[in-house]
């Protein structure tokens, strides 16, 4: 009887795991096309990656919860536990991508990214003008940047609590 639960307990196991490896594989697939999104400079494609990331990092994180009672164990549950803090700092890093996204939006075409799937401009603008409507929307970006500052905290945090390396065998 004992190992028959033993034996059950590890295919329950076994079967969460795999949903969470599952997802996993979802998430870099996820980020691999955000990647390819970034390096095409192309705006509106970016923003959708990065909604497409968030929805699959809150896939995993609903999975990895299922195996979040794991932390208990000896020796296992500190692994569970630095799952955990990554997929959150994951998380808070995607978040902060679309602050960035949102910021630069305007300046999309300054900076060389193509917006809202046009051609970049041609560059018949001045420097004055440019300048003029960076200037003028510097008081925007204030409240934005001060955000972002706190979603890179956390991610700081969450980092921290990470355990490099093995657990101590106590």
Do not use: M
């Not at 004992?2 to 076994?14: D, K, W």
């Not at 699959?56 to 020796?75: E, G, N, R």
């Not at 910021?103 to 051609?119: F, K, M, S």
């Amino acid at each position: 009887v004992f190992f028959s639960i033993i034996f059950i307990c590890l295919i329950l196991i076994g079967v969460l795991s795999y949903r969470v490896y599952k997802n996993a594989l979802d998430v870099q697939t996820s980020v691999n096309n955000l990647v390819s999104a970034a390096n095409s400079q192309n705006l509106p494609l970016i923003k959708s990656e990065l909604a497409k990331n968030k929805n699959s990092f809150a896939t995993l994180k609903k999975s990895y919860k299922t195996i979040s009672w794991l932390k208990i164990t000896p020796y296992f549950g500190k692994f569970v536990s630095d799952g955990e803090h990554a997929i959150t700092a994951s998380t808070l890093g995607v978040e902060a991508a679309e602050i960035v996204v949102d910021v630069i939006e305007p300046y999309a075409d300054i900076i060389g990214l193509v917006p809202d799937g046009e051609e970049a401009q041609s560059g018949e603008e001045t420097t004055q003008d440019r300048l003029d409507f960076l200037i003028k929307t510097i008081p925007d970006i204030i409240p934005k940047a001060d955000l972002l500052s706190e979603k890179v905290s956390q991610i700081k945090t969450e980092i921290d609590n990470i355990e490099i390396g093995f657990p101590s065998a106590v």
